[in-house]
C-alpha cells in the first residue's frame, strides 16, 4: 500500500461479516483466505490491521481457521492487529476478535457468548401421529446417532454432551491464551455461555477498550486518514436474493445439526 505524506494514509481494515459456516457465501477460510494474505501485507512490515468484526458466530472449525490464519501471517510480517466489534461480535464472531492484540467495542455491543451450542427435535411423535413408521438400517451401533425420527438414546445425551463440552474448554484455552491477566480471577462470569453489552464486557477484560471502526482509523492515522477495506466481491441484491433466502434455511439447519459457537 503506497502513500504519499500529502495524502490521507490508507489503513487496511479487513471486513469480516456474517456467520461462520463453510458453504459459499458464508464467513469462511476458503472465502476469506486470500483476502487475510493481502490485508495482513497491505500497510507493510510493522504496520496495523484493523479487524471489522460482525458476527454472531457459527462453525468452531471456521472460527478456528480465520483467526488462526490471521495471527500466523500477522505474527510473521510484525503486524499490530486491532478487532473492532461493532453491533455484535459473539461466540465465534469473539473468537475472530480474539485474533486482534487489542479488541475494541461500542458500549451497547453485543460480546461475549463464550459457550457451544448444539440440538436438533425429535419427531417421532409426529410421526406415529401419522401412521407412518421409521425404518432405519445401519451398520455400526452409533451409526444412527441423533436421528431426529428414532427415540432419544441417554448414551447418546451423554456423548453430545461431552463433544460440546470439549469444544468449550478449547474456546476457553483460546480465550486465555489471548486476554492472559486482563480475565477476572473469577471466571464464571466469563465463560458461561452469557453475552454482555461492550461496557460490562470492558469491565470483566473481554475487550481493552471502548470505541468505534472510524475513531480506530483516525487514532492510528491521523485525522485524515481513510479506511482501505478488504471484503469479498458483492453481487446485486436480485442475484443475491436466492442465495440469501437459502442461507437462512442453512443456519438454521446447522444450528440444529451440529454444535455452533
Not at 497491505?42 to 478456528?64: C, F, H, N
Not at 401421529?129 to 432405519?136: A, E, F, I, P, T
Not at 452469557?194 to 477484560?205: K, N, P, Q, T
Request: charge should be positive.
Amino acid at each position: 500500500m503506497r502513500w504519499r505524506f500529502w495524502q490521507p494514509r490508507p489503513i487496511p481494515v479487513l471486513e469480516l461479516h456474517g456467520t461462520l459456516a463453510s458453504r459459499a457465501g458464508a464467513l469462511n477460510i476458503g472465502g476469506y483466505g486470500r483476502l487475510i494474505e493481502a490485508a495482513v501485507a497491505a500497510d507493510g512490515e510493522g504496520g496495523t490491521l484493523l479487524l471489522d468484526i460482525e458476527s454472531p458466530g457459527g462453525s468452531p472449525v471456521q472460527s478456528d481457521l480465520i483467526a488462526s490464519r490471521i495471527r500466523r501471517l500477522a505474527d510473521k510480517n510484525k503486524v499490530r492487529v486491532v478487532a473492532v466489534i461493532g453491533e455484535v461480535g459473539a461466540s465465534g464472531g469473539y473468537w475472530l476478535a480474539c485474533a486482534g492484540d487489542e479488541i475494541v467495542a461500542n458500549p451497547m455491543s453485543v460480546v461475549g457468548s463464550i459457550g457451544v451450542i448444539g440440538g436438533g427435535f425429535g419427531l417421532g411423535g409426529a410421526l406415529a401421529r401419522l401412521g407412518v413408521s421409521r425404518r432405519l438400517y445401519t451398520a455400526g451401533a452409533n451409526k444412527g446417532r441423533l436421528d431426529p425420527f428414532s427415540p432419544e438414546r441417554p448414551q447418546d445425551v451423554a456423548f453430545v454432551r461431552d463433544l460440546l463440552g470439549q469444544l468449550h474448554e478449547r474456546f476457553k484455552a483460546w480465550v486465555r491464551s489471548r486476554r492472559g491477566a486482563k480475565l477476572p480471577a473469577d471466571e464464571s462470569q466469563v465463560f458461561d455461555g452469557g453475552w454482555m453489552l461492550g461496557e460490562r464486557a470492558l469491565s470483566l477484560g473481554l475487550i481493552d477498550r471502548l470505541g468505534d471502526l472510524d475513531a480506530e482509523v483516525r487514532r492510528i492515522g491521523g485525522d485524515k486518514a481513510r479506511p482501505k477495506v478488504f471484503r469479498p466481491g458483492r453481487r446485486g441484491l436480485l442475484a443475491r436474493l436466492p442465495r440469501l433466502m437459502a442461507d437462512a434455511v442453512a443456519d438454521m439447519l446447522e444450528r440444529t445439526a451440529r454444535p455452533s459457537l
